[in-house]
């Protein structure tokens, strides 16, 4: 079983910075590729939607509404994938999952919550 662990989080006024990670941990971990890591956001009363994901390869997409704001990385060796956060904007504001992908299974984060206000 993997479980995936996010970090950061939290209030930023607009304009301004936040990072996040998430830690994949397990007992199968050591046998488990994570082909992709990424991260989704659910704002109250939307769909939840892809923000940006890599692949082990270090392939990356972003959603148009983030492209040139955040920047998503990994660590294979760590098993943790990053997501920074420039230029909030109030709109951003949701709660973030970390997701990630092996060739049979798909696991979730708990999510943790960014709020972009002044």
């Known amino acids: 079983q993997v479980q995936l662990v996010e970090s950061g989080g939290g209030l930023v006024q607009p304009g301004g910075s936040l990072g996040l990670s998430c830690a994949a941990s397990g007992s199968t971990l050591s046998a488990t590729v994570m082909a992709v890591m990424g991260w989704y956001r659910q704002a109250p009363g939307k769909e939840r939607e892809l923000v940006a994901r890599v692949t082990s390869g270090g392939r990356t997409n972003y959603a148009d509404s983030v492209k040139g704001r955040f920047t998503i990385s990994r660590d294979n060796a760590k098993n943790t994938v990053y997501l920074q956060m420039n230029s909030l904007k109030p709109e951003d504001t949701a709660v973030y999952y970390c997701?990630?992908?092996?060739?049979?299974?798909?696991?979730w984060g708990q999510g943790t919550q960014v709020t972009v206000s002044s």
């Open positions: 997701n990630a992908l092996t060739l049979t299974s798909e696991y």
